[in-house]
């Protein structure tokens, strides 16, 4: 069982940078695919990010591609996501994500979840 806490939201003006932190604990780090997902109100959650085991893949949305970049630390059980060129309509609440082995972007697919953390730009 892993569990996930995610960190570093915030409030900032179009055009800022963020980096969202998710500590993973209870389980091997290596073992899991990691995520980030992203849910405005009113809307469906989506997929914005997500890299393999080893950190060597990545995939992007791609409304966020060239913008944003997803990295994991082993040594620290983190994986981050470096928030660039930020813009109001990525205002929402992130949410890091856990899975085996494989690559998806249907939130279904993925079995752990943290609580979010709030991102909110303003124009």
């Known amino acids: 069982q892993v569990q996930l806490v995610e960190s570093g939201g915030g409030l900032l003006q179009a055009g800022g940078s963020l980096r969202l932190s998710c500590a993973a604990s209870?389980?091997?780090?290596?073992?899991?695919?990691m995520g980030w997902f992203r849910q405005a109100p009113g809307k469906e959650r989506e997929f914005v990010a997500a890299?393999?085991?080893?950190?060597?893949?990545?995939l992007y949305a791609d409304s966020v591609k060239g913008r944003f970049t997803i990295s994991r630390d082993s040594a620290k059980n983190t994986v981050y996501l470096q928030m660039n060129s930020l813009k109001p309509g990525d205002t929402a609440v992130y949410y890091c994500?856990?899975?085996?082995?494989?690559?998806?972007?249907?939130?279904?697919?993925?079995?752990?979840w943290g609580q979010g953390t709030q991102v909110t730009v303003s124009s």
């Open positions: 209870g389980g091997t780090f290596s073992s899991y695919v």
């Open positions: 994500a856990a899975k085996g082995p494989l690559i998806t972007v249907d939130p279904r697919a993925w079995a752990y």
């Open positions: 890299i393999s085991r080893k950190g060597l893949t990545s």
